[in-house]
């Protein structure tokens, strides 16, 4: 049974020819003549490829059933990622073209949500905010303060932000893992 194109929102799993997809972005437009429809823009769980489409009620998009499991990460070896299931404790592989967007952020230990469908990991979900420590960044020096401007900042998993004057090598600061964004000094 389909679900109405009025109930898409992003962030929702949906099967749309028959494949996985997260919604990323959706605008729904009433004409006042003719069916309701709406602009998506969705990401293909499986090969990561993202599309717009015009979605409508008689395309019959189904939402999927994700099952959630709590994910470690434990290690990489090249383009192969393993992670721990918490629950069975059954070791997890996933190849790097699956995670792409995500491989920036991973260092050992994170726990993280498993996406799986039909028991196939398709994606995970970062915390929505990290501690990590700065490796690499220019000196800061006295008098710099918080609206001073910038500079660039390795992170320890290998992620360059932009950070205020302030920070200096081994700083451990709190990052938004979505925008990529500084946010403050860990405590």
């Not at 997809?21 to 769980?45: F, Q, S, T, W």
């Not at 019959?60 to 990489?76: C, G, H, P, S, T």
């Not at 008098?143 to 004057?165: C, H, M, N, Y």
Request: one cysteine or more.
């Amino acid at each position: 049974m389909g679900i109405s194109i009025n109930s898409i929102k992003p962030a929702m799993v949906i099967i749309y020819n028959d494949e996985p997809y997260i919604v990323l972005d959706c605008n729904h437009v009433r004409l006042a003549r003719g069916p309701a429809h709406c602009k998506a823009k969705l990401k293909n769980l499986k090969t990561s490829q993202i599309i717009d489409s015009t979605l409508r009620d008689s395309d019959n998009v189904e939402e999927a059933d994700i099952e959630e499991r709590k994910l470690e990460f434990l290690y990489r070896e090249e383009d192969i990622y393993h992670f721990l299931d918490l629950e069975t404790y059954e070791n997890i592989v996933c190849k790097k073209s699956l995670i792409e967007d995500k491989t920036d952020w991973l260092k050992d230990n994170l726990k993280v949500t498993g996406l799986f469908y039909k028991n196939e990991l398709m994606n995970f979900k970062l915390p929505a905010t990290m501690d990590l420590k700065v490796v690499q960044t220019e000196p800061g020096f006295k008098g710099d303060s918080v609206k001073s401007g910038t500079k660039s900042a390795k992170l320890e998993t290998g992620v360059t932000i932009a950070v205020p004057l302030f920070i200096n090598n081994g700083d451990t600061v709190k990052v938004d893992t979505q925008s990529g964004q500084y946010l403050s000094r860990a405590q």
